[in-house]
């Protein structure tokens, strides 16, 4: 039985969309069948959905994943094999930068859903871009492949 992970954080994303739409979801909310749900072992569970929400981890899932009609299917199988930055202690910082850039944006949903964050964002890109390291030409492909 699965019921007490609905008692944690989680990531939870569709089956089937364009592009990564991942969700930080609190403790105690269940997920229909039409969803998959993702745990974090170590807690950061904000990181995790911060970084599947990234420029760069659209790109590569899309390089990976099957696609499906306009869209992909973002199947838990793929998903593993997409690359995460495992948090050490030389990027532990970042991490923490990008957790507080969530939690402002959370907060600014919460305080009315049609808030502008795209400036919020584009600073966690720049981060997730640190993060794996690219190189300013690695930068300008994953930029261009979303406009």
Request: some cysteine.
């Amino acid at each position: 039985m699965y019921y007490p992970e609905f008692e944690k954080e989680k990531v939870v994303w569709a089956v089937i969309s364009y592009d990564s739409k991942f969700a930080f979801v609190r403790k105690g909310i269940y997920i229909l069948d039409s969803a998959f749900i993702l745990l974090s072992e170590i807690g950061f569970t904000k990181y995790l959905c911060t970084v599947m929400n990234s420029k760069i981890f659209d790109w590569e899932f899309k390089q990976i994943g099957v696609p499906l009609g306009q869209g992909y299917q973002w199947k838990k199988l793929y998903i593993e094999l997409a690359h995460i930055p495992p948090i050490i202690p030389e990027n532990e910082p970042i991490v923490k930068q990008m957790e507080t850039l969530v939690d402002e944006i959370l907060v600014a949903k919460k305080q009315n859903p049609q808030t502008d964050t795209t400036e919020l964002e584009r600073k966690i890109d720049h981060l997730v871009y640190k993060l794996y390291d690219l190189t300013p030409n690695e930068i300008k492909i994953i930029k261009c492949r979303d406009e």
